[in-house]
Structures are given as structure tokens and as C-alpha cells.
Antibody, heavy 120, light 109 residues
Framework: EVQLVESGGGLVQPGGSLRLSCAASGFSFSSYGMNWVRQAPGKGLEWLSYISSSSTTVYFADSVKGRLTISRDNAKNSLYLQMNSLRDEDTAVYYC?????????????WGQGTLVTVSS | SYVLTQPPSVSVAPGQTAGITCGASYIGTKSVHWYQQKPGQAPVLVVYDDSDRPSGIPERFSGSNSGNTATLTITRVEAGDEADYYCQVWDTSSDHPVLFGGGTKLTVL
């Protein structure tokens, strides 16, 4: 069974940093590109970042470029999101999502999300 | 920039058919995917590649895509279908490849 479990969320002050993790199981993690998607309270889905299976390709949304770093450790079946210079508007539930291996690309499995609250 | 436009809300009576649109210029040339999200839950894929259904998704869910509009159609709507629905495309020619529509709240009257 495919499972994605996010962790690392919590309360952080504006300007602070946080590192989110996503633990994958039930599939060959090293064969899939992975993504981070967030959802602010009462708002829609916002894609943040993608990393290819071998980490050779990464993409970021313009809204977060320069403040977020995506990485993965295939030996540990884990995906990470390093978030710096956090702002109030970064308050959201953060999901990791698996991208299918062959185009057309979509997200076939999602984690349950981890809540990040940016507040003083 | 490319924007996917969804109506904020759609209401339908139980047993009727609901149509949720996703509009964008020439969206018919792209593959569109649809997700259902219930309160407090992660999104779930309900239609991919315009009109295909993942295993476990009822046949009541279908999709189409032509011209400037993609549509998710839910027939024989049930109370359990009440949720937010999002369309999504992946633009392989862009370094910002993923777009989501703004979401549509489906209310079952």
C-alpha cells in the first residue's frame, strides 16, 4: 500500500525556518518524481515544488522561489522541504504528492498533510 | 500567464447531474486532471487525462475536454459527493509546470 506521511509542521515565528519531511512507503520511491502542494486555510490548492526521481530536475512556483529548497534521500525513502524567511501567508497545510511516472502527469497519491502556522 | 478558471460553487439536487467546468485558452490541447477534496482530507484523484477514472472511482464520475473548457460531470449525485473539486494541468514546456484551478465547491441540496 502506497503511503506518504508528512511531518515537521508546527508554529513558527515570521522570519523563521522549518523543514518538512515526507516519508514514503509501499512503492519504489526512487522511481517517482515528488511534489509539495499547500493549502492555506479556506483556500485552494497551490503547487509549490517538484523534484525528479534522481534530483536532477527541480521546479518551484514563483511565489516561493528563493525561500524554499526541495530535496530527497532515496536511500531513506524521504522527501524534504526546507522553508526559510517564513511569512504569515505561508500558513497552510503542506502536502507531499507523488507524480505518476509517465505523461500526462498528475498526482496519484497524496499524504494527509502537515500544518504550518506562521505567527508571532 | 496561463490560468485555469473554475466557478466557485455549483449546487445540485440529489440524483441530478452536476457539471463543473475548468476554463482556459485552448485547454482542449492539454490533459486535464480532477481531484475531489472533502473537509479535513487530502485531495483524491477522480479523473485523469481528461476522461479516465482511477480504480475505485465510481462510473458516475466522468470528464471531457474540448476547445476552451474541460468539464467534470457527476451523474446521479449523492450527498457524499459534496466536496471541493479542483482541475489541474501539467505543462511540460514550462519551469512552472503545475497549475490548479481555483476550486469549485459542490453543494448537494
Amino acid at each position: 500500500e502506497v503511503q506518504l506521511v508528512e511531518s515537521g509542521g508546527g508554529l513558527v515565528q515570521p522570519g523563521g525556518s522549518l523543514r518538512l519531511s515526507c516519508a514514503a512507503s509501499g512503492f519504489s520511491f526512487s522511481s517517482y518524481g515528488m511534489n509539495w502542494v499547500r493549502q492555506a486555510p479556506g483556500k485552494g490548492l497551490e503547487w509549490l515544488s517538484y523534484i525528479s526521481s534522481s534530483s536532477t530536475t527541480v521546479y518551484f512556483a514563483d511565489s516561493v522561489k528563493g525561500r524554499l529548497t526541495i530535496s530527497r534521500d532515496n536511500a531513506k525513502n524521504s522527501l524534504y522541504l526546507q522553508m526559510n524567511s517564513l511569512r504569515d501567508e505561508d500558513t497552510a497545510v503542506y502536502y507531499c504528492a507523488r507524480r505518476i511516472a509517465v505523461a500526462p502527469y498528475y498526482f496519484d497519491f497524496w499524504g494527509q498533510g502537515t500544518l504550518v502556522t506562521v505567527s508571532s | 500567464s496561463y490560468v485555469l478558471t473554475q466557478p466557485p460553487s455549483v449546487s445540485v439536487a440529489p440524483g441530478q447531474t452536476a457539471g463543473i467546468t475548468c476554463g482556459a485558452s485552448y485547454i482542449g490541447t492539454k490533459s486535464v486532471h480532477w481531484y475531489q477534496q472533502k473537509p479535513g482530507q487530502a485531495p483524491v484523484l477522480v479523473v485523469y487525462d481528461d476522461s479516465d477514472r482511477p480504480s475505485g472511482i465510481p462510473e458516475r464520475f466522468s470528464g471531457s475536454n474540448s476547445g476552451n473548457t474541460a468539464t467534470l460531470t457527476i451523474t446521479r449525485v449523492e450527498a457524499g459527493d459534496e466536496a471541493d473539486y479542483y482541475c489541474q494541468v501539467w505543462d511540460t514546456s514550462s519551469d512552472h509546470p503545475v497549475l490548479f484551478g481555483g476550486g469549485t465547491k459542490l453543494t448537494v441540496l
